[in-house]
């Protein structure tokens, strides 16, 4: 079942993942950015990144990995939901003390402790993609996030071979 969006009657807040199959069980875990860091935490935090929408999942993936390893590689999408959207701190574009940190590019330290900050305030944080600056990336920290938050489906991901197309 695919969750409808709360306009057009849906219920709750839903955020969705892509991750490669390997990965399929520890959607939640925050490894990746633990390990690496990301655009709003750095290394040593367990932030999930999401989306509200799987298109836009699908494209803060492909920007880093790119369509070609989305069509090869096996991925998984998964939907969870937010079950306490009280929990959720939504971050307008406005409250961003840097514009330039909603664009595309490396991470600035400040940026990092910003969403670092969000992180140890809210259970949740909404923010604007940088992929796509008309949605929005859903964040949390997986530990203190845990039981907030219940995992609603997981399914194998297909790319659609049109994104991917044959040399020509």
Known sequence: MIPLPGALGGAGLFGWRVDQQTYASSWDSGEGAFRQGGRWNRKGTRAVYGSIDP?????EVAVHKTFAVL??????LTAFEVTDVSAVHIVQAADVPNPHWLRPGIPSAGQQQF????????????VPSAVSSHSWNL???ATRAAGAYV????????????LHPPVR
């Not at 298109?55 to 494209?59: F, N, R």
């Not at 995992?151 to 049109?162: T, V």
């Open 71 to 76: 069509d090869t590689v096996p991925h998984v």
């Open 139 to 141: 964040i949390f920290d």
């Open 55 to 59: 298109a836009t999942a699908i494209l």
């Open 115 to 126: 969403g670092e900050d969000l992180l140890a305030a809210h259970r949740f944080v909404l």
């Open 151 to 162: 995992r609603i489906s997981q399914e194998r991901f297909a790319l659609d071979g049109r």
